[in-house]
């Protein structure tokens, strides 16, 4: 009975902290409604702010994995024959995070633009 006890316990604790470590929603609106129902100056805005704010959040991960580069590269012998890996693994997360940033931006550009374009 106690076996039982500790294995229930360790499942819990093992769901528990799986939960708390989930990512929240990264784009809190539908997006596919919010661009096909915008007509406002207001929704272009709300758009272009949302996307400023992703890419906020992706250049964000991108000096993140600019420095775990930086290390992996700095002290190579810390990470044995994963170094190459890890190396090229934060490079290509770099230039991932660099791109959806600047594809950010230009939707948030355009929607400036057709805010301004909007009575």
Partial sequence: MNQV???LSIVL???GLLA???QPDPHPMDMTAAV???KSKADHETLATHYEEAAKDMRDKMQEHQ?????YKANPWKYGKQTEGLQSHCARLVSI???AADENMAMAKMHRTMAEETR
């Fill in 97 to 99: 995070y660099s791109s």
């Fill in 36 to 38: 096909q129902n915008a």
């Fill in 5 to 7: 006890i500790k294995v």
């Fill in 67 to 71: 420095k775990l580069l930086s290390q």
């Fill in 13 to 15: 604790l093992t769901v």
């Fill in 20 to 22: 708390s470590c989930a």
